[in-house]
């Protein structure tokens, strides 16, 4: 079983820099593609950065040239660096892996961690 938690969410005033960070644990081979969700109460929750296997980013217009997604594979840990924070930022962020459990397991399964509030405001 492998589990994925958020840490270093927070309140932030507009402007400033917020770092997350996602730890996978558990059963673990290799860690395929991750990425970062966000979601408001009322909306779907949407992509906001993804990291492939081969460390290919891409990023959502509202947060590209903003948010950097970044990962230290050895650790299992997933980044999300925001910086110029937004009120629009504000939202529950979620960490996604598509982790593989043992070596025959190619495609890996899908994980979610319980997410981490940021809340952008002055």
């Known amino acids: 079983q492998v589990q994925l938690a958020e840490s270093g969410g927070g309140l932030v005033q507009p402007g400033e820099s917020l770092k997350l960070s996602c730890t996978a644990s558990g059963t673990i081979f290799s860690t395929n593609s991750m990425a970062w969700y966000r979601q408001v109460p009322g909306k779907e929750r949407e992509l906001v950065a993804h990291i492939s296997g081969s460390d290919t980013t891409t990023y959502a217009d509202a947060v590209n040239g903003r948010f950097t997604i970044s990962r230290d594979i050895a650790n299992y840990k997933t980044f999300l660096q925001m910086n110029s924070l937004k009120p629009e930022d504000t939202a529950v962020y979620y960490c996604?892996?598509?982790?593989?459990?043992?070596?025959?397991?190619?495609?890996?399964?899908?994980?979610w961690g319980q997410g981490t509030q940021v809340i952008v405001s002055s």
């Open positions: 996604w892996g598509k982790i593989s459990a043992t070596w025959s397991d190619i495609l890996g399964d899908e994980y």
